[in-house]
């Protein structure tokens, strides 16, 4: 059965530490992983991986992709409270004509003052 | 804030009966997603509708249906609620089955079934 597993499940830090969060996968026909941060209600996308090795960066957010080892990292560094949220990954089953997002439970993220 | 809206934005229902949830896509986005998130868990899919035809369904009964109209907005359908049905339900719509990096949520409809 595919599975997206995350950890940790929840993590408090204070503003300035650097953080790294964890996903691990079991994906048929993977293509992708997805990370998405959720506020509130809707998620939100933050990077797509496809090729191993290659980091992505988006401002203090960094992602890599290792598909030999089935798994994927996101930093965020000098963190600040509003970095506080639930991050999803999400590995990307592609079945050719159809395909679908398979996510993991999410790994809370507490940024205190 | 996206463009993709769903309603109603909360919602109780007691067992057994029937609730249609809606999603109005983002301008051009031909392509809807829908996913069940319980409580302290990751979004899990439901299906997929492209250009009105569902394009992909994950492990979920029939109870569980959809249709997705001409101008692409779509409708989740759910008969004979059961507790466990008690979730947030988020849409997502893009252009296209694979464009998952420009795949925007909606704010989601909570359901609480009683």
């Known amino acids: 059965e595919d599975k997206v597993v995350q950890s940790p499940l929840s993590l408090v830090v204070h503003e300035g530490d650097t953080v790294t969060l964890n996903c691990s996968y079991e994906?048929?026909?993977?293509?992708?992983l997805l990370w998405y941060k959720q506020e509130k209600k809707a998620p939100t996308f933050l990077f797509m991986l496809?090729?191993?090795?290659i980091e992505k960066k988006s401002g203090r957010l960094s992602s890599i992709l290792d598909k030999k080892e089935l798994f994927s990292i996101l930093n965020i560094t000098a963190t600040q409270t509003g970095d506080s949220a639930v991050y999803l990954c999400a590995g990307l089953y592609d079945g050719g004509a159809t395909n679908k997002l398979i996510f993991g439970t999410g790994t809370l993220l507490a940024v205190q003052p | 804030e996206t463009g993709v809206t769903q309603s109603p934005t909360h919602l109780i229902k007691t067992r057994g009966q029937q609730v249609t949830l809606r999603c109005s896509s983002q301008?051009?986005?031909?392509?809807v997603s829908w996913y069940q998130q319980a409580l302290g868990q990751g979004p899990q899919f439901i299906f997929q509708?492209?250009?009105?035809?569902?394009?992909g369904r994950g492990n979920f009964p029939p109870r569980f249906s959809g249709l997705q109209f001409p101008n692409y907005s779509s409708e989740l359908n759910v008969n004979a609620l059961e507790l466990d049905d008690s979730a947030l339900y988020l849409c997502?719509?893009?252009?296209?089955?694979?464009?998952?990096?420009?795949?925007?949520f909606g704010p989601g409809t909570r359901l609480t079934v009683l």
């Open positions: 509708y492209y250009r009105e035809e569902e394009n």
């Open positions: 994906v048929t026909n993977f293509r992708s």
């Open positions: 301008s051009g986005h031909n392509t």
């Open positions: 496809t090729s191993s090795g």
């Open positions: 997502a719509s893009s252009l296209g089955i694979r464009a998952y990096n420009e795949q925007f």
